[in-house]
């Protein structure tokens, strides 16, 4: 027994070596019989044979036991040829068993042998074991045994491929669905994280474009998320443009996932296209779970980040079930605070980054429940704008910040600007021009004296209405800037024929988690916007590094934490006599 088991552990180790050089570059045969004699016997007779071109190694098990500790080390054995009749008369048929109901080896072919006839299992134990022989060690004469094993070994390579097809995704070339859920079968870890990636508007670049081009474009993704994630990370194709990563929570997490979008990708080896996604991720405890609860809350959680936070990541939580729940009394807690007035303004400065002065301020929505808790806009805008209660609410700001801009007449000169975000639903709003244009007025605030901030997203929906809606805001005088500039798919062709006043730089490229090394993104659209004759403006300063960088690259104006967070009336009026001091 203690050779036998030194001859294993040498049969082993052998293979696992050859399994990280060269896959495959030998077919791996195990040989279960309780007598060393067949064992001996059988490599003799096979003994410098190839099949396939490719030599036969051989695994030694001497009992149905061992057999099964040399099968759960070894993944790559084409073919066991099996003695029935060891520890007991059905010791082999047992181990059969047990390879295809526990071990669920089903590629595995099985060549069953027997030293006397009689012990022959029935016509549908081989059907439903998938036994590809059967013979008594008598009929397994050199030839007879070569033929059968060049049988079960082309019969294993057929299944090898099939399963290539079946878990291999052909057009971008990363494992599947079925390859992910095997993974989170087979490999499920604590600390570990999947994370479904899904690219945002993808169908318009299908549709826009052409589906070959939408083809070039899962490709490039493919490959810098291979490139860039190491071996410990499992990266899957799930769906169409949905990717999913598998692996510890330090390699899969959102900060990595932004970066892998911070650089524009490049398509068909010449286009470079910018993308954004939006991802759900799902951390796994100690609880093993089904493969497929695993992706479904990981479904769960992009599901929600689609719907709250697009371009961005969710983690999955166990309440998110509830969250739609949630949603409709979120809904109806703001239909409340609109109408009770609980509803709030606070105002960010714009400053001109050489004189330091500052030209007027953005007005950000905060929203504060009756227990106390602020909800950021970024989660309770996009929920109120499903409902269409962000038209009301956006009347509301619209009202709101004319009325501050009159009142800061005092404190400032002509030229300041109120800022004021308009969402995509209140802009394509039949009425909204007309409603915008009697609120300017009833207001007593110039026209010049106002800027409307919009999304990229606006000007892919719906170009017309875009233009026609400028024209007559521009007309009153109203500046018109471009939000969150160069997360979206902005065609350069929708700018030069739009006239719009100027740019806004998203924060994210000038101080968000993948700012590092981008702000030649910032850049490039400065120098894009002086070709257009655009003005720029940088929101999320934070350094003074920052702002020197974006003045030495011709930005004009900036807003951000440098110069001051958002602040409600009061606090900001104080903040500009003490800032103007300066
Ligand atoms: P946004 O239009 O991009 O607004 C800028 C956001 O950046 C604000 O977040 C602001 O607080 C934040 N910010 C400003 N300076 C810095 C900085 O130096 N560093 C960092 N990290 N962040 C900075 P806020 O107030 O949470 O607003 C989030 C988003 O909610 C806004 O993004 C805007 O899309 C939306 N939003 C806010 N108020 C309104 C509104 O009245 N109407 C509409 N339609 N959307 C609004
Ligand atoms: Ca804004
Ligand atoms: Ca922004």
Known sequence: MAEHQDELVQFIEADQISETAQPDSFWSILLVDDEPDVHAATCLALKNLTIEGRPLHFLHAYSAKEAKEVLAKSNNVAVAIIDVVMETDEAGLQLVRHIRQEMQLYNLRIILRTGQPGYA??????????????????????TRLYTSLTIAIR????????????????????????????ELTKHQQANHAIALIDLDNFSDINSIIDDSFGDAVLISVAQRLRQNFSEHTFI????????????????????????????????NNTESLRLSATTGLAILGSKQLAAAEVLKNAGAALKQAKRLVRGKAVYFKKEQSHAAR?????????????????????????????????IGAECLLRWQTPDGNFIPPDIFIPIAEQSGLMIAIGEWVVRTALNWRKRMDEHVDNGFKVAINISQVQFTEPSFVDNFLILLQESGVQGNQVELELTESVAIESFELLETNLKQLQAAGVHIS??????????????????????????????????????????TIITMADHLDLKTIAEGIETEEQCQALLAAGCQDGQGYLFSKPLPEALFIQWLHEFEQL
């Open 121 to 142: 299992p029935e016509i549908d134990t081989i059907q439903k074991y998938d036994i590809n022989d059967y013979r008594t060690k008598t009929e397994l004469t050199q």
């Open 155 to 182: 019969s294993y390579s057929l299944f090898k491929q099939i399963e290539v097809l079946a878990y291999q995704d052909s057009l971008v070339n990363l494992p599947n669905r079925n390859a992910m859920l095997e």
């Open 236 to 267: 899957a194709r799930l769906g169409s443009d949905l990717f999913g990563l598998y692996g510890p929570t330090e390699e899969v997490n959102p900060d990595n996932i932004y970066a892998e979008f911070a650089e524009p990708f490049l398509v």
């Open 326 to 358: 949630d949603r409709i009394k979120m809904l109806n807690m703001l239909r409340h605070s609109l109408s009770e007035q609980h509803l709030n303004l606070y105002f960010q400065p714009f400053v001109q980054l050489d004189t330091k002065k500052v």
């Open 482 to 523: 471009m939000d969150d500039f160069g997360t979206g798919y902005s065609s350069l062709s929708v700018l030069q024929n739009l006239k719009l006043n100027r740019l806004k730089i998203d924060r994210s490229f000038i101080s968000g988690p993948m700012a590092t090394g981008n702000f030649d993104m910032a850049k």
